[in-house]
């Protein structure tokens, strides 16, 4: 039995992170700003510190400044948003990310709002939720997309070309994901189900789809014969779960090895999904930089 066609996101983030660079020291070329982008970490999340680490170092390697804000647990809603309104007035800065999860005592909604629209690198701003919910299929993105399910619309589209008229079952109904990749998949013209936990006959469901999005936080969960033959399925989730070795190892939301026999084309876990992320979230940093010179939304994917 033939087996599905990987879809590489890995070697896709490192292309897309080139061709960020390629943009960046083109903006810089034409006497534009210098691509800013400002992490703001709370606490000391040993993971936190990761990500935010290598945001940074990232940023850096593609040309962009990168602004590292670390504040302690104890610091107060007035304190973090005190930090936000000042980056938010400051023209260096194109891009700013609050890294989550906050500390409890913190209220992230509030934070996440007070976030220019403008610079809000996530996607997550009800502004920008608002204008992803209204795009008219085939209009320019120029406006913060949050940046995993955006990467999901770039494999895609990479993989597939024109997804018109394809059936989608998106698994999942976060705002983080699960909505955003629906409203993505919408705008590229597919008929798209939202499943989620209440969803009857899910397995059912998924067999008559296209393509299918998993993105329920559930190791293993989407089995090899809910797949239909020859289907493209886009895994975004990430678990670590304990390896027969002893140690732990990471796997997503759908049992690959049941599902990469019947997909036509499957992400893989780690290196599918996972590595668009930080990669999207340098090439909105850049779009934003380039808006606030006044220069058009310019498209590197």
């Not at 400051?90 to 909604?109: F, M, N, R, T, Y």
């Not at 059912?204 to 493209?232: E, M, Q, S, Y």
Request: net charge neutral; hydrophobic share 45%; charged share 20%.
């Amino acid at each position: 039995m033939t087996q599905a066609k990987l879809i590489d996101g890995k070697a896709f983030a490192v292309g897309l992170q080139q061709r960020v660079a390629a943009g960046v020291a083109r903006l810089v070329a034409e006497r534009g700003p210098k691509p800013g982008l400002a992490t703001v970490l709370v606490g000391d999340d040993p993971a936190s510190q990761v990500y935010v680490r290598s945001k940074g170092k990232l940023a850096a390697e593609l040309g962009m400044a990168s602004f590292d804000h670390r504040l302690p647990s104890t610091t107060t809603q007035a304190e973090l948003l005190t930090v936000v309104r000042q980056l938010n007035a400051d023209p260096a800065v194109h891009g700013i990310l609050v890294q989550l999860p906050l500390p409890s005592h913190l209220d992230s909604a509030e934070v996440l709002l007070a976030i220019d629209p403008a610079k809000d690198v996530d996607g997550f701003h009800p502004m920008n939720v608002g204008r992803l919910a209204s795009a008219a299929p085939g209009a320019p993105l120029d406006f913060p997309v949050p940046c995993t399910p955006l990467g999901c619309s770039m494999l895609l589209q990479d993989a597939l070309g024109s997804m018109a008229g394809s059936t989608a079952v998106v698994i999942g109904r976060s705002n983080l994901v699960g909505r955003p990749v629906a409203q993505l998949l919408l705008r590229a013209d597919c008929t798209v189900t939202i499943a989620h936990s209440k969803t009857k006959d899910l397995a059912g469901l998924c067999r008559t789809a296209d393509i299918v999005v998993a993105a329920i936080g559930r190791p293993n969960f989407v089995r090899g014969d809910w797949i239909k033959p020859g289907a493209t399925v886009i895994d975004v989730g990430i678990n670590r779960i304990p390896a027969d070795n002893g140690k732990t190892k990471l796997v997503g939301d759908v049992a690959f090895d049941e599902a990469v026999q019947v997909a036509g084309r499957i992400t893989p876990v780690p290196g599918g999904v996972g590595p668009m992320t930080v990669a999207c979230l340098m090439y909105n940093t850049l779009q934003e930089a380039r808006r606030s010179a006044g220069l058009p939304f310019a498209a590197v994917a």
